[in-house]
């Protein structure tokens, strides 16, 4: 998971060496969910060609400075061609704009967050009726939301426990989990592919079919 001072580490780095490279930053939209990327041209440690969609240095600074980033990389180049639209602007000037913005953020007090309305309580199935009989034997013993979200928090940080929470309404976890896990990897797969994806969440199919399979026999 990267953030802004990863990216003014690699900026400094560059400024540092004296080296050319191309440094592509990814961040997660508004919607919490698509990827998109911009980047950052250095020219010999000097100076910075901003690609993030304005001509205007000081306006791209101050947007990157906002985005939730995901991952920094950097590519080592002999010369960069910065595009016509690029906003030019001095490297030293771009880091410690950056930091500037590092440290407003860490001296901040936390934002409030108001506590969740409490849901209504759904009515529970008669004792010892079929309903609750079957309700006992359908429901995973795995707490399915905390599980995903340990694997989402890394990736999308504070979102992540407001996108398992729509993920839940949607696909409640008690009821039907492998569906509450297929929309988690869905998620996870936008940012890591779909391969990762699915690696990343195999243990826990495996626990749920080792549960199902163990109440079979």
């Given at each position: 998971?990267?953030?802004?001072q990863g ?10 060496s ?17 990827l998109?990327?911009g ?10 060609h901003i690609?993030?969609?304005?001509s205007?240095?000081?306006a791209?600074?101050?947007?990157i400075a ?8 950097s ?9 016509p639209h690029?906003?030019?602007?001095d490297l030293?000037?771009?880091i410690?704009?950056f930091?500037?913005?590092v ?5 901040a ?6 506590a969740p309305a409490p849901?209504?309580?759904e009515p529970?199935?008669?004792?010892g009726s079929?309903?609750q ?5 359908a ?5 399915l939301?905390?599980e995903a ?10 979102g992540a426990?407001?996108k ?19 929309q988690c ?8 592919g ?6 990343l969440?195999r243990p826990?199919y495996?626990r749920?079919?080792?549960?199902r ?5």
């Amino acid at each position: 998971m990267a953030d802004l001072q990863g990216l003014c580490d690699t900026l400094q780095s560059l400024a540092d060496s004296g080296a050319s490279a191309k440094v592509s930053y990814y961040y997660v939209g508004e919607d919490g969910v698509a990827l998109r990327n911009g980047a950052i041209l250095v020219d010999h440690g000097v100076r910075a060609h901003i690609d993030h969609g304005a001509s205007d240095a000081a306006a791209s600074i101050a947007a990157i400075a906002t985005l939730k980033l995901v991952k920094v990389a950097s590519l080592q180049m002999s010369e960069v061609r910065p595009a016509p639209h690029m906003a030019l602007v001095d490297l030293a000037q771009l880091i410690a704009e950056f930091r500037e913005h590092v440290r407003r953020a860490a001296a901040a007090p936390p934002p409030a967050t108001a506590a969740p309305a409490p849901r209504p309580a759904e009515p529970a199935p008669a004792p010892g009726s079929t309903a609750q009989f079957v309700a006992i034997l359908a429901a995973p013993s795995i707490e399915l939301r905390s599980e995903a979200l340990k694997l989402l928090e890394p990736l999308f940080g504070v979102g992540a426990a407001r996108k398992i929470d729509d993920f839940a309404r949607l696909h409640p976890p008690a009821e039907r989990p492998h569906e509450f896990l297929l929309q988690c990897q869905q998620h996870v797969s936008v940012m890591l592919g779909a391969g990762k994806a699915e690696a990343l969440f195999r243990p826990l199919y495996d626990r749920l079919e080792s549960e199902r399979l163990n109440r079979r026999s």
